[in-house]
């Protein structure tokens, strides 16, 4: 089963905000090295809600895909740039995925390899989406991007969320997870401001290239700020699919 991981890496001080910055060019030889890494992508991340177009230099992050969950726990926790990072950094958190569906291309590739359909989608779910923004329709695009990062940043749904980007104001990156379908969907079609942005972009043709993909959430490691917002999730869905499962209705029929 193909893994992707994104691991988020803070920094409090100037000194590990600037050495992070740096390896935004120095760690790209070194990831390519990585043992058995197949798709690899390093990112800055945005300020206050995390979708905007001012930085935030305290906080770094890496995707990347893997053959299979064993080799992404070990190379994660074991290879060296990401052993480098978790030092310089004063708390880092890695989210375990597994891909569940994916339409798009990003960089002309196909990253996320969709192995099994499920017939229902997975409690909590992850969704990432990934654009490159046409340079001149780039003001348009970032006059309607305050309003969505308000608006997800407000809702009491959304579990985890960041927003990251490649190329500063034009290639984006969104991340969020989600308890379920059903409150993700009530964001995406029923939230005024990302409904009109979303009408925005179709309409005005904003994008030389998107994707968009969701994720079953496998697991996490480390701690985001100070706690794990996604544990609970993952204890009450293992629970209810242990309910849910034939062995179990077939004990309670007995």
């Not at 309607?144 to 959304?158: L, Q």
């Not at 379908?181 to 925005?200: E, G, L, V």
Request: contains cysteine.
């Amino acid at each position: 089963m193909a893994v992707t991981t994104i691991s988020y890496f803070r920094f409090d001080g100037w000194s590990g905000r600037i050495w992070a910055f740096v390896q935004m060019g120095l760690a790209r030889r070194k990831l390519s090295a990585t043992p058995r890494i197949e798709f690899w992508k390093l990112f800055g991340t945005g300020s206050g809600h995390g979708f905007t177009l001012w930085p935030n230099t305290g906080l770094w992050a890496i995707l990347a895909t893997w053959p299979d969950l064993e080799t992404a726990r070990a190379q994660v926790n074991k290879s060296l740039v990401f052993r480098s990072f978790r030092r310089k950094s004063d708390e880092d958190y890695t989210v375990f995925l597994d891909p569940v569906s994916c339409r798009g291309e990003w960089d002309d590739q196909l990253p996320f390899a969709v192995e099994v359909q499920p017939d229902a989608l997975p409690k909590p779910l992850a969704v990432l989406t990934r654009a490159t923004v046409k340079p001149h329709r780039a003001l348009k695009f970032w006059k309607r991007a305050p309003a969505v990062s308000d608006t997800i940043g407000e809702n009491d749904d959304v579990v985890f969320k960041a927003g990251m980007g490649e190329l500063p104001g034009v290639q984006q990156v969104t991340f969020s997870i989600w308890p379920d379908m059903a409150t993700m969907s009530r964001f995406a079609y029923r939230s005024p401001a990302h409904t009109k942005a979303i009408r925005a972009v179709r309409e005005g043709a904003v994008f030389k290239e998107e994707l968009y993909a969701r994720f079953a959430v496998l697991g996490t490691e480390g701690s985001w700020l100070g706690g794990d917002p996604v544990a609970a999730h993952l204890v009450k869905a293992a629970a209810q699919n242990a309910a849910d499962s034939p062995e179990t209705v077939r004990a309670e029929g007995a």
